[in-house]
Nanobody
Framework: HVQLVESGGGSVQAGGSLKLSCTYS????????MGWFRQVQGKEREGVGE???????RYAESVQGRFTISKDNTKNTLYLQMNNLKPEDTGMYFCAARGVASEVDANWRRVAWYDYWGQGTQVTVS
């Protein structure tokens, strides 16, 4: 099993920045891809971005150029740097991990594609 714990959420004014972290533990060698998702109450969880084991990143169009995903394997931590935040970025942010991955371009936005999820951290932009 893999355990994921998000942190770093909070409240920020529009135009501000936040950096989320997701620490992973357990069977970490299992992880091939990791993603960030967000969800607003009453709506479906949506993919924000993803990072492969080789460092390749993918982003939703709505965050491209504002958000950056990175990973530090020495610290077993995934990051989401969020700049120029907008009110529509408000939501619960989740990290997710996937084992052996294929067809990542086609699948990274799919909630069901991931094997493990964290509990989420709230981001509020006003």
């Amino acid at each position: 099993h893999v355990q994921l714990v998000e942190s770093g959420g909070g409240s920020v004014q529009a135009g501000g920045s936040l950096k989320l972290s997701c620490t992973y533990s357990g069977y970490t060698s299992f992880i091939d891809c990791m993603g960030w998702f967000r969800q607003v109450q009453g709506k479906e969880r949506e993919g924000v971005g993803e990072i492969d084991s080789d460092g390749t990143t993918r982003y939703a169009e709505s965050v491209q150029g504002r958000f950056t995903i990175s990973k530090d394997n020495t610290k077993n931590t995934l990051y989401l740097q969020m700049n120029n935040l907008k009110p529509e970025d408000t939501g619960m942010y989740f990290c997710a991990a996937r084992g052996v991955a294929s067809e990542v371009d086609a699948n990274w936005r799919r909630v069901a594609w991931y094997d493990y999820w964290g509990q989420g951290t709230q981001v509020t932009v006003s």
